[in-house]
């Protein structure tokens, strides 16, 4: 086996010295009672997972030795192509953290586990990303405000509508401005400038005549001056705005519907980032038209990205209007038409140019409103609801992948849960095949029990790690499920492999590594306790799994070739063991939050030895293989794959 990078540290002799302690145990075991039986059962399961025939079945699980300076509440993760991993937390879910402007990221190196802290500008907590053609990360949206309970909301608020009659000029009311309702009498007061459009002329089409004025409209979130139920309103009522003159005065109001003391969802941020790996620093680009907390980004086939859903900045899901980034402009434009989903809508890019929804989400937004799985035409807005999904209502916190190779066009969409925070999940694994003409879900091998919050990787034996999750809304009860699986996408069947030792919920996810080993973060129990009495603590713990594919004797080599290649063109590497490979591969690197991750495929190559080596092809297909950083590994007759090679395709 070639060197791998560093893992955590292993103590020398662990497995005799288990099995001293073992002998040791058993032998005063019936002195000392239950106790210390299960104190010998846990040295036994330690020198059971430690020995080598086991690793070699079913992987192993360390934990990622992080220096305490750099432990962080990681909510996302993304495999850059320098090898190095970008941690993201922003606020870290953590109240504190926010009011105080603590936003965070870290980079990991996983070849020499050196790790660095990356200034983050802006609140980038539960934000959206995708990578870019050129190999920079796309990191858009995230957090303005944090949700506030019923019972700890003090002023009253809600969505105020500005209208503007005035077809000639657009106005900006500045932070600050007041709104008094015409006839409740009460004054509400917004904490951000609003943008509020002129209002468009509409004429007859046939005839040309002037037919009406429609106003401009902004949107912004204001509350009362003071505390207190009193400040409430209970119905709709046309506002004044303060500080105004002339025709401004006239021409631009307010409109709110009831403005009350109800609970306050989070709130979203317009701001957009490059991250740029080499070196190693965002890049402020033009904010989204929108903003939105909790949104998917996908990249498009012609390497321009897809943003859609998320929280607006009044805590509202955005009314469906999705966006564009173009990474050549730096700059974002509307579709011109409205497509309505939940937040984080796992939405792929298939091998036709159009889009796959799976139907999974991590919530938020009408639970009858964007939640049936379908193919949309962007070209047209068409929607073709595709039929066969079994429990359609436990669809929140499930997980998608697109099965390898992506040339079949197979997805699989892993358990899930119900709406909101109910306690239903579902254990079923459901497949599509897209390449059928009539495509309908159908129902695969099942896992042991309903499962919310699973993590899954591609890996490069073609093979899909599932791991984590919980039985019941983010591990209520003492659910987590302490459980890993190896998928075989061609028997249709799980294996089960090594247990993880933390549970995994809320917040976590799972990268596959350019060595071949997984990393998985991150969680966010709402409770400490099995109980339900103690609140949660963020799992800042991270875990890499090594696939039992790393305890074999040697794994194939590319050693040399090219850094760049033509789609449709060939690439020649070299290989010390050429014609023991028999596969080869391109693995897009993932990234991942709630375990939505829409960015990793893995695209079978053609292959043919050389003299010195392989060479593979590259599909000639844009929608197939998007432009951008891949890594290439190849695997022998046994499924062993090599470390992975970072290759540019353009």
């Known amino acids: 086996m070639s060197n791998l990078p560093v893992r955590p540290n292993y103590r020398k002799n662990r497995a005799r010295r288990i099995l001293i302690g073992v002998a040791v145990v058993a032998a005063i075991a019936g002195f000392n009672g239950p106790a210390m039986y299960r104190y010998g059962s846990e040295q036994y399961h330690e020198y059971k997972i430690n020995k080598p025939e086991y690793k070699a079945a079913n992987g192993h699980w360390d934990f990622l030795d992080v220096p305490s300076e750099y432990r962080i509440n990681s909510i996302h993760a993304a495999l850059l192509h320098t090898g190095k991993v970008l941690l993201i937390a922003g606020s870290g879910n953590n109240q504190k953290n926010f009011d105080a402007k603590k936003f965070e990221s870290v980079l990991w190196d996983p070849k020499t586990n ?39 909301v003090t002023k009253a608020g809600g969505l105020m509508i500005v209208h503007n009659e005035d077809p000639d000029k657009p106005i900006t009311l500045p932070a600050g401005t007041k709104f008094t309702g015409k006839k409740n009498g009460k004054t509400f007061v917004t904490k951000d400038p609003v943008l509020v459009k002129r209002a468009k ?26 505390s207190g139920k009193k400040y409430e309103t209970g119905t709709e009522d046309n506002y004044r705005v303060h500080g105004l003159k002339g025709s401004d005065n006239r021409n631009v109001y307010g409109i709110a519907q009831k403005l009350a003391l109800d609970k306050k969802d989070f709130q979203g941020i317009r701001e957009a980032y490059e991250f740029d790996p080499v070196a190693e620093k965002y890049i402020t ?8 907390w909790y949104p998917t980004l996908t990249t498009l086939k012609d390497g321009k990205v897809l943003s859609l859903s998320g929280l ?18 730096k700059a974002w434009k509307y579709t011109g038409f409205e497509r309505r989903f939940p937040t984080y809508p796992a939405i792929f890019l298939m091998d036709n140019g159009k ?13 009858d409103v964007g939640r049936d799985p379908g193919i949309w035409d962007l070209k047209n807005n068409d929607f073709e609801k595709i039929p066969g999904m079994s429990d359609p209502d436990k669809l929140e916190t499930s997980a998608t992948v697109m099965l390898p190779p ?16 109910s306690e239903k999940a579902s254990e079923k694994s459901r497949l599509v095949d897209l390449k059928d003409p009539n495509p309908r879900f159908k129902d695969g091998a099942s896992l042991a029990k309903g499962t919310r919050y699973p993590s899954a990787s591609l890996l490069p034996d073609d093979s899909v790690l599932v791991t984590g999750g919980s039985a019941d809304y983010r591990g209520r009860g003492g659910s987590n499920i302490l459980e890993a699986r190896a998928y075989d996408p061609k028997s249709g069947t799980y294996k089960q492999v090594a247990d993880p030792r933390v549970g995994r919920n809320y917040h976590s996810g799972s990268v596959l590594l350019p060595d071949g080993r997984v990393m998985i973060f991150g969680s966010d129990s709402l409770f400490a306790d ?18 039992p594919y790393l305890f074999r004797n040697s794994r194939p080599q590319i050693t040399a070739g090219p850094k760049k290649i033509d789609r449709g063109g060939t690439g020649t590497f070299s290989s010390p063991r050429a014609a023991e490979i028999k596969t080869a591969k391109l693995m897009r690197p993932s990234a991942v939050t709630h375990v939505t991750d829409v960015d990793q495929r893995s695209i079978a190559l053609d292959v043919k030895t050389t003299a010195d080596g392989i060479q593979v092809t590259v599909p000639k297909n844009r929608a197939l293989v998007p432009s951008g950083w891949y890594m290439l590994f190849v695997t022998d007759a046994k499924g062993t794959p090599s470390e992975g090679v970072w290759v540019e395709v353009q």
């Open 114 to 152: 050196d790790f660095k802290k990356i200034p983050t500008p802006k609140d980038m907590f539960c934000a959206g990303h995708t990578q870019l053609p050129d190999g920079k990360l796309l990191v858009a949206g995230g957090t303005k405000q944090y949700e506030k309970l019923k019972g700890d």
């Open 201 to 226: 002329k509409v004429f007859d089409p046939a005839t040309g005549k002037f037919l009406r004025t429609e106003a401009g409209l902004g949107r912004i979130y204001v509350e009362a001056e003071e």
């Open 285 to 292: 680009v033009d904010p989204m038209n929108e903003a939105r």
């Open 312 to 329: 607006d900045e009044i805590g509202q899901i955005v009314p469906g209007k999705d966006e564009i980034y173009d990474p050549e402009t």
């Open 355 to 367: 889009l796959f929804y799976s139907g999974s989400n991590a919530g938020y937004g009408p639970a």
């Open 406 to 421: 992506a040339q079949d066009q197979k997805f699989m969409v892993i358990g899930g849960g119900g709406v909101g925070e």
């Open 530 to 547: 099995d109980a339900n009495t103690k609140p949660g603590v963020f799992e800042q713990r991270i875990e890499i799994y090594t696939p």
